[in-house]
């Protein structure tokens, strides 16, 4: 598993300068172990950029978002998906690198991922 922690929000905020309409896209495997893209976690993320006045598109809890099985089954059904700019990835660099492969929107990473290892 990779463990992860959640950019601060003024770098989320910066990356997403230029952006109105966000998708965000979290983690149901590692991050939700770690809490960094969660459920919960996108939950939270949606609520804080609202209130900056980012137009939140949609979301979704991938399991797991670096299975590219899972990605393309899950998000080719999304009609939010086409009404967004870019989306925001709560997950690791894998997950980020396989939405980024298969969707043509730029993925905004919202974690910075941080070893290998376990949880308790």
């Known amino acids: 598993m990779i463990i992860s ?10 990356m997403l300068t230029d952006r109105k309409r966000i998708f ?3 983690c149901a495997a590692c991050a939700t172990k770690c809490q960094t893209g969660g459920k ?12 900056e006045g980012k137009k939140i598109t949609g979301t979704i809890v991938l399991d797991p978002p670096c299975d590219e099985r899972i ?3 899950d998000l080719s059904s999304l009609p ?5 700019d ?8 894998v997950g980020l690198q396989t939405i980024g ?7 905004i990473p919202a974690l910075n991922p941080l070893f290998a290892g376990t949880t308790e």
């Open 71 to 73: 990605v393309k089954k």
């Open 40 to 51: 919960d976690e996108v939950k939270e993320m949606k609520r804080e950029l609202k209130k």
């Open 101 to 107: 492969n298969l969707i043509d929107r730029p993925p």
């Open 24 to 26: 965000i896209v979290g």
């Open 5 to 14: 922690e959640q950019k601060p929000r003024e770098e989320i905020l910066e």
């Open 86 to 93: 870019s989306l925001l990835i709560m997950a690791c660099g």
């Open 80 to 84: 939010a998906l086409k009404n967004s």
